[in-house]
């Protein structure tokens, strides 16, 4: 059974810092995996996917990396602002095809960034 | 539509009452998921649909509930017989199977039970 954990589940640093939220898997059979972000009382916003053949991708100040072999992934926002203060979510997708597939989701970093 | 739409936004229900939850994926997305969120608490899978296929409902927390998605087109689910402890955020995604599957989600349903 697939596992993802999100470690530290709360991080609090003052604007302009580099920010670096983390995310493993116990399962390395992935197809893709997926960084979200949630704002407090809304759904859920896709940030950056990245398939499994691919080792990181890149969006504006976000970067995303994927070690699949170690069951890990990286996601780093440079230099944090205040409006990027939220919950971020990793989710990672066995098979799509596959009958028993499902996004399984880590527990969420809770990000609060100081002005 | 350009995204994933979820009606109603919020509803609030009597216990005991049936609710009705709507979900309109992004058109072509063959893959539809359903996912519960109470307040404070993580993401709870409930269920899965995959073009014809049928569903993965392993995460349906009782036999209360239940959904449908007619093609690859609009899904409910509806909880029967409402109790306190289904007040949460329903949250619908919905995705490709082949090449970017990036999920998206709507903004979700708010469900109280008083």
């Known amino acids: 059974k697939q596992e993802v954990t999100q470690i530290p589940a709360a991080l609090s640093v003052p604007e302009g810092e580099n920010l670096v939220l983390n995310c493993s898997f116990t399962d390395s059979a992935i197809y893709n995996l997926q960084w979200f972000r949630q704002d407090p009382g809304k759904g859920l916003t896709s940030l950056l996917l990245i398939q499994s053949s691919q080792r990181e991708q890149t969006s504006g100040r976000l970067n995303a990396s994927l070690d699949k072999s170690s069951g890990r992934s990286t996601l780093y926002i440079a230099a944090s602002q205040p409006g990027d203060s939220a919950t971020y979510l990793c989710?990672?997708?066995?098979?799509?095809?596959?009958?028993?597939?499902?996004?399984?989701f880590g527990g969420g970093t809770r990000v609060l960034v100081k002005p | 539509g350009a995204g994933v739409s979820q009606s109603p936004s919020n509803k609030v229900t009597e216990k005991g009452k049936d609710v009705e939850l709507r979900c309109d994926p992004i058109s072509g997305h063959t893959a539809l998921y359903w996912y519960r969120q109470r307040l404070g608490q993580g993401l709870e899978f409930l269920i899965y649909?995959?073009?014809?296929?049928?569903?993965?409902k392993s995460g349906l927390p009782s036999d209360r509930f239940s959904a449908e998605r007619t093609g690859e087109s609009v899904s409910t689910l509806t909880i029967q017989r409402t109790q306190q402890e289904d007040s949460a955020v329903y949250l619908c995604?919905?995705?490709?199977?082949?090449?970017?599957?990036?999920?998206?989600f709507g903004q979700g349903t708010r469900l109280t039970v008083v």
């Open positions: 995604a919905s995705s490709l199977v082949t090449g970017n599957t990036e999920a998206f």
């Open positions: 989710a990672v997708l066995p098979n799509p095809k596959a009958a028993g597939n499902k996004l399984t």
């Open positions: 649909f995959q073009g014809n296929s049928a569903p993965d």
